[in-house]
């Protein structure tokens, strides 16, 4: 972990993007009265071309970046005490859309920090659940979520950074902000950060305002809006030395100390679901502003939607009980198929879970996919139509280039993308959807009807085989026989387990009839029986070659 901190320090330095410091103790106390501003200003540097929605600003904005093609991009990660869940993978499969869009229709080199929050009270209550370590539970979840990352072909970040390989620098970060004089610690060895001395500047992505009346406390903090930077440690409780007494960080610190050791207090993009703006990034705005004594810190800040689970207004969540780990879907579906439903909506929309909307996503893979076969048989020869129109085509191809590489520089619009690339798709297949026939010589016809014969016959005997069909004698269940329906029960379980065993080759038929699809060589499964059939210009004539083996 330490080397990787060490790489992510060394690119940001090779693009001029050095950590700096925290500004030390302060001789002058920061003035935070009502009268400053919370306007979002817009930064230096040079335009991507990408128009994104800032939650800071609450519209859209230019993205303009500090140094040319290069992005520095927090992600907040997880809270490793359990599985990853659809929820989870929604918001980073988004992001890592957006993150690729940036790069490749974009070029922009992205350089990306995810904090990993191994020590919290959900790991720990979790760990004295399973009779473990926090660190030990921590480790094999980080570790779960990293696989299931790669699973739905998420791209990692340039680095992970851990909560508790940063402790001193975190510890440092407290004392600093405290130094600034917006934060307090407690006799009973807490620290807070104290929200009503940072005044009108607190609410930068909500509308909340230190002003409002709080709500009853029956901590040591102050005011109840005021959250914790260092929790003092609990008996029998994971701590680490501090100058409070023995503890632990706070939520909200952790990210704001290990986004400033990499990026400084210059910092592009920061990412999370929308769940996170408030209080999580809100509270981060506020340390870093104080830590850095700067007028801005994170330029941008894009939330994902919640993903809801059809027919609830409820996100999907592990407190509700209502969420899917990403191993039982990747059991069902693709990742691919996840990806197809991620971009169908844009980024910052609720989304709605379910099989209809998943099968949504599958046919639109379907329909890519049979368009390529059959634009590449028309290619090598394969296929018969009326000559294409390609000037035509290409002409579509680059509206298409174009509406696409706008749709991507308005807010990462994936869902308008994907639209005018499935009506380029459609156009295609009008111009291929004259196909005939295999392209055949002479009186080679007569020929290839019989191979045709003979391949239908010997797959009907291995699909056959491969559904543990019985023969027709043994299906005849003799009359007043005591044991029939025992043993037709035995019968049909004996039978799943075969199939079962054998579904690699109920998949390799399936694949022969989809390939010969695409030569204009059709074949029709009829319970027992399979036929094939051949499209003739001006009709179809149907082979009744018949498959019984």
């Given at each position: 972990m330490t080397m990787l901190r060490g790489a992510a320090a060394a690119v940001a330095r090779r693009c001029g993007l050095g950590a700096g410091s925290g500004g030390g103790k302060v001789a002058a106390r920061r003035c935070c009265s009502a009268a400053r501003r919370r306007e979002w200003?817009?930064?230096?540097?040079?335009?991507?071309g990408i128009m994104a929605y800032n939650s800071r600003s609450r519209t859209k904005?230019?993205?303009?970046?500090?140094?040319?093609?290069?992005?520095?991009?927090?992600?907040?990660?997880?809270?490793?005490?359990?599985h990853a869940h659809l929820g989870h993978a929604c918001s980073y499969v988004r992001f890592d859309?957006?993150?690729?869009?940036?790069?490749?229709?974009?070029?922009?080199?992205?350089?990306?920090?995810?904090?990993?929050?191994?020590?919290?009270?959900?790991?720990?209550?979790?760990?004295?659940?399973?009779?473990?370590?926090p660190v030990a539970l921590a480790r094999i979840y980080e570790e779960d979520f990293k696989q299931d990352m790669a699973a739905l072909k998420v791209l990692p970040p340039t680095a992970y950074m851990r909560v508790t390989e940063?402790?001193?620098?975190?510890?440092?970060?407290?004392e600093t902000v405290i130094a600034n004089g917006q934060a307090y610690a407690t006799s009973q060895g807490n620290v807070y950060f104290d929200v009503k001395s940072w005044g009108k500047r607190y609410g930068v992505l909500t509308t909340i305002s230190p002003d409002t009346p709080d709500e009853a406390v029956n901590t040591d903090k102050r005011y109840g809006k005021d959250f914790a930077l260092w929790k003092a440690a609990k008996p029998q409780e994971l701590s680490w030395t501090s100058p409070w007494g023995k503890g632990r960080p706070g939520w909200h610190i952790e990210c704001s100390t290990i986004s400033s050791a990499v990026f400084g207090k210059q910092l592009d993009i920061h990412t999370g679901g929308i769940d996170l703006a408030f209080?999580?990034?809100?509270?981060?705005?506020?340390?870093?502003?104080?830590?850095?004594?700067?007028?801005?810190?994170?330029?941008?800040?894009l939330h994902s939607g919640h993903l809801h689970v059809k027919g609830s207004q409820e996100k999907m969540s592990k407190s509700l009980k209502n969420y899917v780990t990403v191993k039982d879907f990747l059991k069902k579906f693709s990742s691919d198929q996840f990806r197809m439903y991620c971009l169908r909506s844009r980024y910052s929309s609720a989304v709605e879970f379910s099989d209809e909307s998943?099968?949504?996503?599958?046919?639109?893979?379907?329909?890519?996919?049979?368009?390529?076969?059959?634009?590449?048989?028309?290619?090598?020869?394969?296929?018969?139509?009326?000559?294409?129109?390609?000037?035509?085509?290409?002409?579509?191809?680059?509206?298409?280039?174009?509406?696409?590489?706008?749709s991507f520089a308005d807010d990462?619009?994936?869902?308008?993308?994907?639209?005018?690339?499935?009506?380029?798709?459609?156009?295609?297949?009008?111009?291929?959807?004259?196909?005939?026939?295999?392209?055949?010589?002479?009186?080679?016809?007569?020929?290839?009807?019989?191979?045709?014969?003979?391949?239908?016959?010997?797959?009907?005997?291995?699909?056959?085989?491969?559904?543990?069909?019985?023969?027709?004698?043994?299906?005849?269940?003799?009359?007043?026989?005591?044991?029939?329906?025992?043993?037709?029960?035995?019968?049909?379980?004996?039978?799943?387990?075969?199939?079962?065993?054998?579904?690699?080759?109920?998949?390799?038929?399936?694949?022969?009839?989809?390939?010969?699809?695409?030569f204009g060589i059709h074949i029709k499964d009829r319970a027992a029986v399979s036929t094939w059939e051949m499209a003739e210009r001006g009709g179809q004539a149907e082979q009744q070659a018949q498959g019984k083996s």
């Open positions: 200003v817009p930064p230096v540097g040079r335009d991507s904005e230019p993205l303009v970046l500090a140094k040319d093609r290069v992005a520095t991009w927090y992600s907040c990660g997880p809270t490793v005490y359990d859309i957006i993150r690729r869009i940036m790069t490749k229709f974009f070029g922009i080199e992205v350089i990306m920090v995810m904090g990993i929050t191994d020590i919290d009270d959900k790991i720990i209550k979790r760990a004295n659940e399973m009779n473990m370590s940063n402790i001193p620098q975190i510890i440092s970060f407290i209080p999580h990034h809100e509270n981060e705005i506020a340390q870093c502003e104080v830590y850095h004594q700067c007028e801005q810190w994170g330029n941008y800040f998943m099968d949504d996503a599958k046919n639109l893979l379907q329909a890519i996919s049979s368009f390529i076969k059959d634009a590449n048989a028309y290619i090598k020869g394969q296929l018969i139509c009326d000559p294409v129109r390609e000037d035509i085509l290409w002409e579509r191809l680059a509206s298409t280039k174009v509406t696409v590489k706008a990462f619009d994936t869902s308008r993308a994907v639209a005018a690339i499935m009506d380029l798709i459609h156009h295609g297949n009008r111009q291929l959807k004259a196909v005939t026939k295999v392209a055949v010589k002479g009186d080679s016809s007569a020929v290839l009807s019989n191979v045709i014969d003979e391949l239908v016959q010997f797959r009907t005997k291995v699909r056959h085989y491969a559904l543990a069909l019985p023969e027709a004698a043994e299906t005849v269940l003799v009359e007043g026989d005591a044991g029939a329906k025992g043993s037709k029960r035995e019968e049909n379980e004996k039978r799943q387990q075969l199939m079962g065993e054998r579904r690699p080759l109920l998949e390799a038929c399936d694949s022969l009839r989809e390939n010969l699809a695409a």
